[in-house]
C-alpha cells in the first residue's frame, strides 16, 4: 500500500491514517523504524511539521515509539477495542494552534500599548518573578505561561479577547500538544521562553507598539522552532527494504515533493 500525497487542512490527521494502515498491514513491522521525518515530509509533499504532528498522534494512540536521537519505532499494538483518539472532528494540530496564536496575539500586543498602564506592567512583573523562580517544567509553569499572554490580551480590556486569547493557550492541554511538548520542553527552553516573555513586557513599559507585537511575533515563532527540532532520526530506516520500497515509492517513482497548499 503506498503512501499517498495528500491535502486537507489537516494534513497530519491523513498523514497519521496513511501511517497506520502501513503499520496495520505489517509493511512497517513492530521492532521497525520508521523512513526519518524528513524523507516521510518528502515523499508525501508535506512540510516536517505535519509530518512530526502525525507521528506524536500515533504515539499518544501507542502505535509509536520515538526515542530522541535516533528514530521513530513501530510498537506492539495497543490491545484490541482501544479507540483512536479522534472518535469525531480531531483537533487541531500544536503547528496550526502556533500559527494562529502568532498571528492573533501579536495584533493583541500591538494594540495594547496604547492602554496599558503602571498595574499591568507589575503584573506582568509578579509574573515573570515567578516565571524566574521556576527551574522545571510541568503544569505550574504553564499556568505561569498561561496567565502572561492572558494578562497581556488583558491590557485591551476586552473580556472577549482574554477568554479568546485564553481558549488559544489551552489547545497545550491536548494529549498531542502534551506529547510534543514531552520531547522538546525542558528548563533550558523555559529560560528562553522567559526572557522573550521580558521583551514583550519591556516593549509594552516603553510604549512602544511595534516593538511589542514584534516581541510577541518573535516569541510565538520561537515557540514554534523549539518544537521543531529533528527527533534524530537522520539515519537510514531498518525496517526490510521491500516494505520500505513498496510503502514510499509508486510504481517505481518517488511521490512528488512539492509542498500542498494549506500545509504549514
Partial sequence: MPLEAVESPRLYRQ?????????????????????????????????RPSVREALIALEVEGRVRIRMGSGVYVVDPPPRGIARLWPGSPPEGPFEVLKARELIESAVCGEAV????????????????QMDAYDGRGDEILAL????????????????????????????????????????????????????????????????????QAAMHRHLQKSQERFSQSFGDAGTSNEPSGARAGSIEKNGRVLGSKRKQGDI
Fill in 145 to 212: 505561561d498561561r496567565s502572561f499572554h492572558t494578562a497581556v490580551a488583558g491590557i485591551l480590556r476586552n473580556a472577549v479577547l482574554v477568554r479568546f486569547v485564553g481558549d488559544l493557550f489551552d489547545q497545550r492541554i491536548s494529549p498531542y500538544f502534551r506529547q510534543l511538548a514531552r520531547h522538546f520542553e525542558t528548563a533550558d527552553s523555559w529560560r528562553s521562553a522567559t526572557a522573550e516573555h521580558r521583551a514583550i513586557r519591556d516593549a509594552l513599559a516603553r510604549g512602544d507598539g511595534p516593538g511589542a
Fill in 15 to 47: 498523514i497519521a491514517d496513511q501511517l497506520r494502515h502501513l503499520i496495520e498491514s505489517g509493511e512497517f513491522p513492530a521492532g521497525g523504524r520508521l523512513p526519518p521525518e524528513r524523507e516521510l515530509a518528502e515523499k508525501l509533499g508535506v512540510s
Fill in 114 to 129: 496604547a492602554q496599558v498602564e503602571p498595574a499591568d506592567i507589575a503584573a506582568l512583573d509578579v509574573i515573570l518573578q
